[in-house]
């Protein structure tokens, strides 16, 4: 642990010798999927706290029946200020707000049903479930986008191994620590902001690394597959475009 | 088997060691049957434990069913259509067809799916494992590969480590993902370059056109049902 804290810290200053002695090692995926896991689960652990506490509470249902009540009336006030720039047709609003109401009815209804565990329980795992999945989703992320950087890297002449590669590049986790402070309001936003810059720039830093590239070229292949995922959605898009255009 | 799993573990981690020491073993494709199976058993096993814990702590689907569709009869566009008795009839069958269908499609817990994967998962596994070692094997020759078959196989057997991962859904409400894909992808990358001694390019063209000949064989497939549906009932009404 207190190695994997060592790694991180170095990541974090850009320290050429933490990078080059974490990519000489036989077991460099080990280690950067390690820090990736334990930085995803730690940045969740507040928020995993928070919803055990609420859902631990006794449920009030009025309260929950009165808040649902508002978030309606909030959403059919935002209706009308549309309504002023679009369009709608007689009764939208009353229609859209019976709508919610039945839904949000049915909604209470199916809470209200019994479980053959008791309710507690299933919330408890339900929290801990999607704890536990932070982890896979940010590794799907990553292992997803670090497949085309590896190829654009192989390409532009790199030597590292896969598992090299992505032991390296898992470094970029390290600055999303700050996913902790996610659900404070507008400070979570502004933190995973600098985490995603921060991490970006780690990325680029241990594929330079890891490859024996120069920051230069380590920046075009990290870069590249976004942009050629860019410009396929424009193209994309644009197809859609002429084809609507010339279907009338 | 202790040294069986110990192979698995290293070789999701990437490492050529574990795909050379299966490449050079002397019985590849039975160590490489008895790994899928092992990890095939242990995921459905685990699995079937998790789904029993998400079944326990959900209600009824019955019961849901039914207060969905108490809730969908006061909606006022259904009370609006009610009064037609061809369109009730029409609404209750497509509302029963819906409910055997999207409870599935949304992740609603089936013991009896979970139980069946103890037999269907192994199966399954073990036919994807032969079929892609198959294409996999081909192409790892034509670009110049010179081990067997039973090489290939083995070492691409060592691909469902990443299956692994879904050991995970012992808790229940885990999802896994398609991070088990994406890594199976880069596992077998690793086990053709080491078992055949390939390039990383030519590796990489051994890795994906298994996969290319499976989308073309499928598109083929659909092309050429939806031309025989279009011949069938379109030949019926063209006269």
Redesign the interface.
């Known amino acids: 642990m207190k190695e994997l804290l060592q790694l991180a810290w170095g990541a974090l200053l850009f320290r050429d010798e933490a990078y080059a002695q974490h990519v000489a090692r ?2 460099v ?2 280690r950067g ?1 390690a820090l990736l896991v334990l930085v995803t689960l730690l940045a969740g652990v507040v928020s995993l706290i928070v919803n055990l506490t609420g859902d631990l509470r006794p449920m009030d249902t009025g309260a929950q029946r009165r808040e649902a009540e508002q978030s309606i009336q909030e959403f059919t006030r935002s209706l009308r200020t549309l309504r002023q720039y679009f369009d709608m047709p007689p009764g939208f609003e009353r ?1 859209m707000t ?2 919610m109401q ?2 949000t ?2 909604g209470f ?2 809470a209200e ?5 008791s309710k507690p ?2 919330r408890i ?2 929290d ?3 704890f ?2 932070l982890p ?2 940010r ?2 992320g990553w ?2 986008y670090a ?1 085309w950087v590896l ?1 654009v890297a ?1 390409l532009l002449g790199g030597r590292a ?3 090299q590669m ?1 032991g390296a590049t898992a470094l970029y986790a390290a600055p999303h620590i700050l996913d902790v402070l996610g659900f404070v309001d507008c400070l979570g936003p502004m933190l995973g902001l600098v985490a995603t810059v921060w991490g970006i720039a780690i990325y680029v830093k241990a594929l330079a690394t890891v490859n024996n590239f120069s920051v230069g070229r380590a920046a075009v292949a990290t870069v590249v597959p976004a942009l050629v995922g860019v410009a396929l959605a424009l193209l994309g898009l644009l197809v859609v475009l002429v084809l609507a255009l010339v279907g009338g | 088997m202790k040294a069986l799993i110990r192979l698995a573990w290293e070789a999701l ?4 060691v574990p795909y050379a020491e299966m490449r050079d073993d002397s019985t590849p494709l039975v160590r490489g049957l008895v790994l899928v199976a092992l990890v095939a058993l242990a995921v459905a096993l685990v699995g079937l434990v998790g789904t029993a ?8 689907m019955r ?2 069913q039914q ?2 569709l ?3 009869q ?3 566009w259904y009370q609006e259509l009610q009064s037609d008795p061809e369109f009730r009839e029409m609404f209750s069958q497509q509302y029963e067809l819906w409910w055997r269908v999207f409870p599935a499609l949304f992740g609603a817990p089936d013991i009896t799916n979970a139980a069946l994967k103890i037999v269907t998962l192994p199966l399954g596994l073990a036919f994807v494992w032969l079929l892609y070692g198959l294409l996999a094997h081909l192409f790892a020759r034509l670009l110049g590969g010179q081990e067997g078959l039973s090489q290939t196989l083995g070492c691409t057997a060592l691909a469902v480590a990443p299956q692994l ?1 879904n050991l ?1 859904t012992f ?9 088990v894909s ?2 199976t ?2 596992c077998r ?2 086990a053709l370059k080491t078992c055949h001694r390939l390039t ?2 030519r590796a ?1 063209a051994a890795t994906l056109l298994p996969y290319i000949v499976f989308l073309v064989v499928v598109s083929f497939i659909t092309c050429l049902g939806g031309a025989a549906a279009a011949l069938i009932f379109g030949g019926g009404t063209s006269q």
């Open positions: 036989a077991d995926l080990k999927l229609q019976a709508y039945a839904g009815e049915i209804h199916i049903l019994p479980t053959r565990l329980v299933g795992l339900r801990l479930g999607a536990l999945s896979f989703s590794l799907a292992i997803g497949l190829l192989k191994t896969l598992s992505l | 981690f990437l490492s050529e814990l998400e079944w326990a702590t959900t209600p009824n019961d849901v207060i969905v108490d809730g969908i006061q909606m006022p991962l995970a808790l229940p409400y885990v999802a896994v993902g398609s991070v994406t890594w992808l880069l990358y690793v990383w390019g990489l």
